[in-house]
């Protein structure tokens, strides 16, 4: 069973920086991508960034334009997430997730298996 663990939201001001954090279990953790999502109340799960097993190859959302950063650490078991210039369109509960179907990145949520409780962001002044 693989566990997600996701860390580091709050509430920060418009302009501002969060940096998240997912801890994950587990020997295979280089062998699948990794991606984060956010949903927003009211609204349907989005996709945000993901990253192949190896971190060569990352992709991001439209939205994001530039702002964010996707990485991980495979000695760590780790995945971050750095957003810069935050905007309150920005607010949702964000999530980590494994991809299903081992190092390739995809975009549909239907493509992760597993899934963290999510961490709260929110961008306000």
Request: hydrophobic share 30%; with cysteine.
């Given at each position: ?49 993901a990253i192949s097993g190896s971190g060569v190859s990352t992709r991001y959302g439209d939205f994001v334009k530039g702002r964010f950063t996707i990485s991980?650490?495979?000695?760590k078991n780790m995945m971050y997430l750095q957003m810069n210039s935050l905007k ?38």
């Amino acid at each position: 069973q693989v566990q997600l663990v996701e860390s580091g939201g709050g509430l920060v001001q418009p302009g501002g920086s969060l940096r998240l954090s997912c801890a994950a279990s587990g020997r295979t953790f280089s062998t699948y991508a990794m991606g984060w999502f956010r949903q927003a109340p009211g609204k349907e799960r989005e996709f945000v960034t993901a990253i192949s097993g190896s971190g060569v190859s990352t992709r991001y959302g439209d939205f994001v334009k530039g702002r964010f950063t996707i990485s991980r650490d495979n000695a760590k078991n780790m995945m971050y997430l750095q957003m810069n210039s935050l905007k309150p369109e920005d607010t949702a509960v964000y999530y980590c997730a494994r991809g299903r179907s081992g190092p390739y990145i995809y975009t549909h949520d239907g493509a992760y298996d597993y899934w963290g409780q999510g961490t709260q962001v929110t961008v306000s002044s």
